[in-house]
């Protein structure tokens, strides 16, 4: 076993296999430079692809890292997709989903911001509403929450023919 399949398979290790970092690529790229330079239908449907493949895999990797143990992440990582999916689900649903998505992560992003006003001697900002759009389309993305179950799963080796 390499060094590399040692760090994946340790506590936390589901955050650093190619599919999540791929994942989380893909996010940055998308959100950062092409939203802004494109912004279409296409751009939107890859932030959340991207976005569904890299949370249950982040939310097992911290669960992980915060008790120091490698629980049974195949079993894990399917709760953190249901309930992904689940608020994905509800967001791109419903009106009050939508609410609670646009402020709660204008919340969890508050403290970036104020770092960033912080080092450009700025006063903070008032906790952001980020932009959210709600289209029921969007559920086809719920597909890509199968990639974190399969990063997830044991790699099986193939017996030689000795």
């Not at 143990?69 to 079993?75: D, F, H, K, L, Q």
């Not at 974190?148 to 099986?156: G, Y």
Request: glycine share 6%.
């Amino acid at each position: 076993m390499s060094a590399w399949a040692g760090r994946i398979r340790g506590p936390g290790g589901l955050a650093l296999h190619p599919a999540t970092l791929s994942a989380l690529l893909v996010l940055v790229v998308n959100d950062h430079w092409a939203k802004a330079r494109f912004a279409n239908a296409l751009t939107g449907k890859l932030s959340d692809f991207a976005g569904l493949a890299l949370v249950p895999a982040v939310i097992v990797a911290t669960i992980e890292l915060a008790s120091g143990r490698v629980w049974r992440r195949e079993r894990l990582v399917i709760a953190a997709a249901i309930a992904t999916g689940a608020l994905f689900a509800t967001a791109k649903l419903t009106h009050v989903g939508a609410e609670l998505y646009r402020t709660h992560w204008g919340w969890l992003r508050a403290p970036w911001d104020h770092l960033n006003s912080w080092a450009h001697h700025r006063a903070p900002p008032a906790p952001p509403r980020v932009a959210f759009v709600r289209d029921p389309s969007d559920l086809v993305a719920l597909s890509a929450l199968v990639i974190p179950w399969l990063a997830s799963r044991p790699r099986r080796t193939m017996p030689s023919d000795g």
